[in-house]
C-alpha cells in the first residue's frame, strides 16, 4: 500500500525514469507535473488506479470515461477467446472450426459450462441431466396460452423465462453449487421447450410435447414442426445444420446480452432473472435482429443485377450494408464461413433460397471493392444465418428466438463464472455529470417556462466531489 493509498500504484518524482521493460504505465499530468506509475496487469490497468491522479485533497480524482465500453474490460474470464484481428473464436481453447465440425451442441454446452470436454460417461449423465427437464409445468402453458395470437415471441420466451423464477424458488439459493448447477440444467433443457410452445401459439397450434428420444435439436424440431404423426423424426440434415448453428451462437465473450446477465447478476438475483435480462438485451435489433435485417436488405435488392446501384448507394451513405463488420471482428467472420458451408447442404433438403444467390453475388463485388476492404468489412455470422432459418421454413420473428436458445449456455456460464469471482461486486458505473448546479426551488407561481432553463454545460471545467457507500459518486461540473 503507497501512501496515497492506491495498493499496488506509485506516485514518482517528475525527474524520476523508469526501466524499459517494466510492466507499467507512465502517466504525467501536465496540471500539477505529477508523474505516476500504474502496473499493467494482462494487459490492463485498473481503473481505479486512476483515482491518485488529482489536482488537489479536494478532487475526486481521474476517471476513465468509456460510453460503451469500447476499451473497457469489466471482467476477467476463462470462457471464450476472441482475436478480431485474426478472425478467432475459442471456447475454452477449442477452435470453433473444429467444435462445428466434430461436436455437437450438447457437447459444447458442457464445455462451456464445466471448462473441459466429457469422457462418453460424463456425456451420458449430462445428456440424460437435460433431456428430463424439457418438460414445463403445466400452469406455463397456461401463461403462455395468455398472450395474444400475435405476441412477438422474443417477449414471449423473456416473460416466460423471468416467471420461471416464481416455480422454482430455490433458485435463489445462488451460493450452493447443487442449486446452481440444477437451475442451469433446467434453463438448458426448457429453453427449447418454450421457444417451440412460442411458435406454435402463435399459429394456433397445439403444444407438443419433448420427445426424449430425441436429441436436443431433433427433440426442438419435433417440438416445432410434428402434427398429427404418431412419432416425428428430423430429417438429419436440417438437425445438423441447427446443430451447428446453436455451436456458432453458443458465446461470445462479454456482448451488450451477455453484459447484461452479468449486471443483473451481479445484484445476485436468482438465474432466471438474469436470463430474462440477456433476453431483453438481444431482443433489440443492434444485437439479436441483424439476420432478420440482412434478409429485408436482399429482398429490397431483388436481383443480382441491383448489386452495383445498391453498393454505389451504400458508398454514398444513402444505405446500410447488413450483415457486414462487427464490433469486434475486423476480418472474415469464422462463424459466417461455417455457416455459408452449411448453406448448401440444407437447400439440398429444403429447396435453394433465391436470396442465397444476391447474397453471395453481394459478398463477391464488396471484397473486391477496396471501399469495403480498407474498412475491414467482412460478412458476420449474421449475413447467412437468416437465409438458412428461412430455408428451413422459420418466420423471421423466430430468429432471434433461435440465437437465444444457443445462447443461453453461454450466458449460464458467464454467469456461473461471475458468482464465483471473488473480485466482482454489484455492478456500478459512475457518471460526468453536465447538468445544473445546485439551484433553489422555485414556486410554481413564479416560473416562466423554459427561460428558467439553466445554459448547457457543455466545455465548463468538471471537478468532482468525493464519496463513498450512499453518496453520489458522479464528476460534476462547475461554471
Known amino acids: 500500500m503507497t501512501a496515497n493509498g492506491i495498493a499496488g500504484t506509485t506516485k514518482a518524482s517528475s525527474e524520476a525514469a523508469t526501466p524499459v521493460g517494466s510492466e507499467t504505465l507512465t502517466v504525467v499530468d501536465n496540471r500539477t507535473g505529477e508523474r505516476y506509475e500504474l502496473p499493467i496487469t494482462n494487459g490492463t490497468i485498473h481503473a481505479s488506479d486512476l483515482r491518485q491522479i488529482k489536482t ?3 478532487d475526486f480524482g481521474i476517471m476513465s470515461y468509456d460510453p460503451a465500453f469500447m476499451n473497457t474490460a469489466s471482467c476477467t474470464s476463462r470462457i471464450t477467446y476472441i482475436d478480431g484481428d485474426a478472425g478467432i473464436l475459442e471456447y475454452r481453447g477449442y477452435p470453433i472450426e473444429q467444435l462445428a465440425e466434430k461436436s455437437t451442441f450438447l457437447e459444447v454446452a458442457y464445455l ?5 470436454l466429457p469422457s462418453r460417461e460424463q456425456f451420458e449423465t449430462w ?6 427437464h424439457t418438460m414445463v409445468h403445466e400452469n406455463i402453458k397456461g401463461f403462455m396460452s395468455g398472450f395474444h395470437h400475435d405476441a412477438h415471441p422474443m417477449g414471449m420466451l423473456m416473460s416466460t423465462v423471468a416467471a420461471l423464477s416464481t416455480f422454482y424458488p430455490d433458485a435463489h439459493n445462488i451460493f450452493s453449487a447443487e442449486s446452481r448447477m440444477l437451475q442451469t440444467n433446467r434453463l438448458i433443457a426448457k429453453m427449447p421447450t418454450l421457444a417451440a410452445y412460442a411458435y406454435r401459439h402463435a399459429l394456433g397450434l397445439p403444444f407438443v410435447y419433448p420427445d426424449n428420444d430425441l436429441s436436443y435439436t431433433g427433440n426442438f424440431l419435433n417440438m416445432l414442426f410434428k402434427m398429427s404423426e404418431m412419432k416425428y423424426q428430423p430429417d438429419p440434415v436440417i438437425e445438423k445444420a441447427l446443430d451447428v448453428l446453436f455451436i456458432l451462437h453458443a458465446d461470445h465473450e462479454q456482448n451488450c446480452s451477455t453484459n447484461a446477465v452479468r449486471a443483473i447478476g451481479s445484484s445476485q438475483p436468482d438465474p432466471y432473472s438474469a436470463i430474462a435480462g440477456g433476453i431483453a438485451a438481444l431482443y433489440g435489433p443492434l444485437h ?3 439476420n432478420e435485417a440482412v434478409l429485408n436488405m436482399l429482398r429490397a435488392i431483388g436481383s443480382k443485377n441491383n448489386i452495383p446501384a445498391f453498393i454505389k448507394r451504400v458508398k454514398e451513405g444513402e444505405n446500410l450494408l447488413m450483415g457486414f463488420g462487427h464490433r469486434v471482428y475486423k476480418n472474415y467472420d469464422p462463424r459466417a464461413r461455417i455457416v455459408k458451408a452449411s448453406a448448401d447442404a440444407v437447400f439440398d433438403v429444403m429447396g435453394r433460397n433465391p436470396l442465397i444467390d444476391i ?8 471484397l473486391e471493392d477496396d471501399y469495403f476492404t480498407r474498412r475491414r468489412l467482412y460478412p458476420n455470422v449474421d449475413f447467412y444465418s437468416g437465409i438458412i432459418y428461412e430455408a428451413m421454413r422459420l418466420p423471421a420473428e423466430m430468429f432471434t428466438v433461435l440465437f437465444a436458445i444457443a445462447r443461453t449456455t453461454g450466458w449460464m456460464a458467464q454467469w456461473l463464472e461471475l458468482v464465483q469471482d471473488s473480485e466482482q461486486k454489484i455492478a456500478r458505473p ?3 455529470y453536465l447538468g445544473p448546479t445546485r439551484r433553489d426551488y422555485v414556486p410554481i407561481t413564479r416560473r416562466r417556462g423554459k427561460a428558467d432553463r439553466p445554459e448547457p454545460m457543455a466545455g465548463r471545467r468538471v471537478s468532482r466531489r468525493g464519496g463513498g457507500i450512499g453518496t453520489q459518486e458522479a464528476a460534476r461540473v462547475t461554471p
Not at 127 to 132: E, F, L, M, P, V
Request: no cysteine; charged share 20%.
Open 56 to 58: 488537489g485533497s479536494a
Open 112 to 116: 462451456l459450462i464445466n471448462g473441459e
Open 127 to 132: 445428456r440424460y441431466q437435460i433431456t428430463h
Open 288 to 290: 439479436g435482429g441483424a
Open 359 to 366: 447474397a453471395l453475388e453481394l459478398e463477391r463485388i464488396a
Open 430 to 432: 459512475r457518471q460526468v
